[in-house]
């Protein structure tokens, strides 16, 4: 078996020689040093800086994770060290010492040695970092030819001996396979293996977890932690999640405006922060468990990043209206895509996306729908708003049977739900002011003349939290944050009683979620709104949801009050997604969470397949649990 033919010629000849494993010599007690690190931009003809005079080290075999929001300078931190910043529009200054030789000394081809042979990175998303139309195996052995001179033959035995180090089942079978075939979690799991071939010294996790469902983050994380004792490497691990910093760091420098305003060891970070911003970081923190004893959800406490002084976190008022007809009444609702192959067409398969699965949704009430990517989610909303047509089952919302209606009275019920996407950059148009972004669905309704619209958008961008002369500006000109914010003026502005938020705080900064999510409270608790919240942020749901649903393969198996499915879970698959959270706390990373390492499985099933029917029980009023036999391998 051979890597391809595809391999440049200087590749796969192995024509540079074999460079040892380090060309540093004896590595002292750091292996990386910083010292006074500035990076600066070009920007109207001034050097504008992103990282102010930044200093640390990492010593061998340590774990120091940089923590702070987007825009704080951490990722610059990390192309900086790997000099990826572009030299054309950037400028580093300082000192770079790895295993004790100034980096930004080095001649750009001595730097092309050592990047991915004594420092490698792992980036936030990997199918960015893949080429698609190239094979895992083949990624992965060109850096081993590359860097260790290997032959194919010994490159590709030393790949396949990776992927299984890394825990991807079937390794040999799965060397000439595409990023497309694997999962996120497993794409990820390529994406280290990749950076362990040449064995670095140091190696660099930008958000490698931010992206992924909770029990794939779990298993990454462990991996991460197992690879580092065999190797005997040092980590700097980059992330806004402090629950992650807690499980994995044995240091961490906090950044905020591009300086490290705090670097301790982790569990005195964790036990008495010195800095206010590490302190508001802190506070934002959602601990599992925290909710216990609690009936309604409650917000948030927010910290002043300058002062340090914090509000106090309260219950919001109870809004639920069961006595009234459900906003959202969901029965039998199964959503189904085909697969089609070969010259005709022909149905060779069919995705069961969602299968059979009933719940309802009163107003000033939230339902979460929590499960891992490729649960059904996601699907579930859309199918809910008619975006995907489903295949039977009934939606009514406010009475209104959704599938049954025409277009004409589906675009005037659809005033009535809203959607709020995860993405919100993706959501907005570019070109269009926000202002206009908000006003759009009135006029598209003929709800409003200019001048009303006017006043309709001013009046919403202050209810969201943000001021009436930014709805001039354009997307770009606003913070994650803040997008998101302007994403749920949007959905405001035709007054629904339903707003589905898909995965809608799941990309923010811990301290920026902590703020939607305050915000999503207190508008429910002023406008009566039911929220749909799909989520697989377990931590956040338990914070803001009033009841919750599990779903996993398409179908709900437990659903119920918070209280209940969160204090006495019963179906093995929510006690999987329960174990895998991590503990933002330091001193219980030596315990033992049963992380399981089995990927979810297929939703594809044959075109004649005929799901079995499921059998429930109530555990206790209104928390109902489906019976699990063989069919639910993992959990």
């Keep these: 078996m051979s890597i391809g033919p595809s391999v440049p010629d200087q590749l796969a000849t192995g024509a540079k020689p074999p460079r040892a494993a380090s060309s540093f010599g004896e590595a002292p007690t750091s292996v990386l040093s910083i010292s006074g690190l500035t990076t600066s931009f070009m920007r109207e003809g001034q050097w504008i800086p992103v990282v102010r005079n930044a200093s640390f080290d990492v010593a061998a075999k340590e774990t120091v994770a940089i923590v702070g929001e987007s825009g704080s300078g951490k990722s610059v931190t990390a192309l900086s060290i790997m000099r990826l910043i572009p030299q054309e529009s950037g400028r580093i200054q300082g000192s770079i010492k790895l295993a004790g030789r100034d980096l930004l000394t080095l001649p750009d081809r001595t730097m092309e040695d050592v990047r991915g042979n004594e420092v490698a990175m792992i980036f936030q998303e990997p199918m960015t970092s893949l080429n698609p139309v190239l094979t895992i195996g083949f990624q992965i052995a060109e850096a081993l030819i590359y860097h260790r001179g290997m032959s194919r033959a010994a490159a590709e035995a030393e790949t396949i001996r990776l992927l299984e180090r890394v825990r991807i089942p079937a390794a040999k079978s799965r060397f000439h396979e595409h990023p497309h075939r694997f999962s996120g979690g497993m794409r990820q799991r390529v994406m280290i293996a990749m950076a362990l071939a040449c064995r670095p010294k140091l190696l660099i996790a930008d958000e490698p977890t931010t992206a992924l469902d909770v029990t794939i983050q779990a298993q990454v994380l462990e991996l991460l932690k197992v690879l580092q004792e065999e190797e005997d490497m040092s980590i700097l691990f980059i992330t806004h999640d402090m629950g992650v910093v807690a499980e994995i760091a044995d240091r961490t420098v906090v950044m905020y405006d591009g300086q490290a305003v705090e670097t301790d060891s982790t569990a005195r970070i964790f036990a008495a922060p010195s800095h206010p911003y590490t302190r508001a970081l802190l506070s934002a923190v959602p601990r599992l468990g925290s909710m216990e004893g609690r009936a309604r959800p409650m917000r948030f406490p927010i910290v002043d990043k300058v002062t340090g002084k914090s509000d106090e976190p309260t219950e919001t008022p109870d809004t639920v209206t069961t006595a009234e007809r ?73 009475g209104a049977d959704v599938l049954g209606m025409g277009t004409r009275a589906l675009r005037e019920l659809r005033k009535r739900m809203q959607i709020v996407f995860q993405d919100p950059f993706a959501s907005l148009n570019p070109r269009m002011s926000v202002g206009s972004a908000i006003a759009a669905p009135l006029y598209a309704h003929g709800l409003a003349s200019s001048s009303q619209a006017r006043d309709k958008v001013a009046d919403l961008l202050v209810r969201v939290g943000l001021t009436a002369d930014m709805a001039s500006r354009f997307p770009h000109e606003f913070s994650g944050g803040q997008r998101q914010r302007i994403c749920i003026a949007r959905a405001l502005a035709l007054g629904p009683k339903l707003i589905i938020a898909d995965e809608a705080v799941s990309a923010l900064d811990v301290s920026v979620k902590a703020q939607v999510v305050n915000l999503m409270l207190d508008l429910q608790a002023s406008m009566g709104l039911a929220y749909l919240f799909i989520s697989h942020d377990i931590a956040v749901v338990e914070r803001m949801s009033h009841r919750v649903a599990v779903m ?69 009023p209104g928390h109902v649990v489906q019976l699990w036999g063989e069919e639910w391998p993992g959990c």
Excluded: W
């Design 326 to 398: 459900p906003v959202l009444d969901v029965t039998n609702l199964t959503t189904r895509f085909a697969i089609r192959s070969g010259l005709f067409g022909k149905v060779s398969g069919r995705v069961h996306a969602v299968e059979n699965i009933s719940f309802s949704l009163h107003a000033g009430e939230t339902l979460a729908l929590v499960g891992e990517s490729g649960c059904g989610k996601s699907t579930t909303g859309r199918s809910i708003l008619k975006l995907i047509k489903p295949d039977s089952g009934a939606i009514l919302v406010d």
């Design 552 to 620: 996993y393969l398409g179908e709900i198996v437990e659903i119920g009050p918070r209280a209940a499915v969160f204090g006495n879970p019963q179906h093995p698959y929510t006690k999987k997604l329960m174990a895998a959270v991590p503990i933002p706390d330091p001193a219980r990373r030596a315990e033992k969470r049963g992380v399981s390492n089995d990927e979810i499985m297929s939703p594809v099933r044959a075109p004649d397949y005929q799901p079995p029917v499921r059998q429930y029980r109530e555990v206790t």
